[in-house]
């Protein structure tokens, strides 16, 4: 009895022993970091978002977002006088999130948030986290409209 003891517990520490010693040098802790020439280069945002006492809240007549999903943040608000339009923008799990100017006329100004999600991610987190965007107008908001859209595109990963 005293060798079956012995053996087994022998037979355990080789065990653990060898699952010690085996190693994964391309995966660490949240997998591995892209390489630079894997990311896709975004406009960059050269205004960053005012904390909230910095920033003039655009009236939520202004604001057309039928085009969004339900659950979408709807937050727009004004810095710089009025050049600069900032809006809360929603990013999950390996996604990051940007705002782009698809137009400027006199009446309207429309900007869609694009989710950028690379297109073979390994494991992701599931969060849904809320980040504020900007855009840079070539004039003042004022009373003009600021029409929201939102789509997501799959980028190279590696």
């Not at 945002?45 to 005012?50: E, G, W, Y």
């Not at 690379?118 to 599931?126: F, L, S, V, Y």
């Not at 409209?145 to 990963?157: D, H, N």
């Amino acid at each position: 009895m005293r060798r079956l003891h012995t053996t087994v517990g022998a037979g355990v520490l080789l065990l653990a022993a060898t699952a010690c010693a085996e190693q994964q040098p391309d995966v660490g802790f949240g997998g591995k970091p892209p390489t630079s020439s894997s990311i896709e280069q975004r406009p960059p945002a050269s205004v960053r978002p005012n904390p909230p006492e910095g920033r003039s809240n655009v009236p939520a007549k202004q604001i057309d977002a039928t085009a969004l999903p339900k659950s979408y943040p709807r937050e727009v608000w004004t810095q710089h006088d009025g050049t600069v339009v900032a809006a809360t923008g929603q990013e999950g799990g390996c996604g990051s999130v940007h705002a782009e100017l698809t137009e400027q006329t006199a009446k309207k100004v429309g900007i869609v948030f694009i989710e950028e999600i690379p297109k073979a991610a390994d494991a992701c987190t599931m969060d849904i986290r809320y980040r504020p965007v900007t855009v840079e107008l070539d004039a003042p908001l004022d009373t003009r409209t600021v029409v929201l859209e939102q789509r997501q595109v799959k980028v190279p990963s590696e």
